[in-house]
């Protein structure tokens, strides 16, 4: 049995915040899942289509986490930004299911084109407490048309693919070696 008395009160006070500061990091954790960040090059390009989705397949794990920031690099080579909105679906069987897991609108633009380097483009989505579990497809869906946009998402090889569907009435489509590069951080919960 371990005696108190013995043990100084200032190493005390030391262990007790050390413990504290252990449980509360554990509590608290943050990891990243889908594809990494790549500024470089873009390999898969889509026009700003009014209703088209471009998304990641991410495993989230099997227990629920909250979503909070999705990010990736694109190359918007039209002269104007573009809207988008920011969707997540259950995965079922090869394809998303059509129920879109995000309730309240979560928008962001694409900036206009500058200087020929794929830009950052990051969404903050933890005032929305969107909760997912399994298998997810994190997309955007562009909010209007813009001619001649041409959307470049930078990619990796062979890191899952990128699903696509040109249309809320249109099927779900996949390119299969080629990954647009977008990453979410999620906060693991109890």
């Known amino acids: 049995m371990l005696n108190l008395n013995l043990i100084p009160q200032r190493l005390l006070m030391v262990l007790l915040l050390f413990v504290v500061s252990i449980n509360a990091m554990g509590q608290d954790k943050i990891k990243t899942i889908g594809n990494k960040l790549r500024s470089g090059s873009t390999n898969t390009t889509f026009d700003a289509v009014k209703g088209k989705l471009v998304g990641v ?4 794990g099997k227990k629920q986490v909250q979503l909070l920031k999705l990010s990736f690099h694109t190359a ?8 988008f909105k920011v969707n997540v679906y259950q995965m079922a069987g090869k394809y998303p299911n059509n129920v879109n897991l995000v309730t309240d609108e979560v928008k962001g633009y694409i900036q206009k084109y500058r200087d020929g ?3 950052l483009t990051t969404i903050d989505l933890s005032a929305y ?28 090889l062979l890191n899952g693919g990128t699903f696509h569907r040109d249309s809320e009435a249109a099927g779900w489509k996949k390119i299969p070696v080629v990954g647009a590069d977008f ?6 919960l109890n």
């Open 57 to 60: 397949e991410m495993n989230a």
């Open 76 to 83: 918007n080579r039209s002269s104007d930004s573009v809207a």
């Open 117 to 119: 380097n794929p830009q």
């Open 129 to 156: 407490n969107i909760k997912v579990a399994g298998d997810i497809v994190v997309a955007i869906e562009f909010l209007e048309t813009k001619n001649g946009s041409n959307i470049g998402f930078s990619c990796g």
């Open 183 to 188: 990453s979410v951080r999620v906060k693991k």
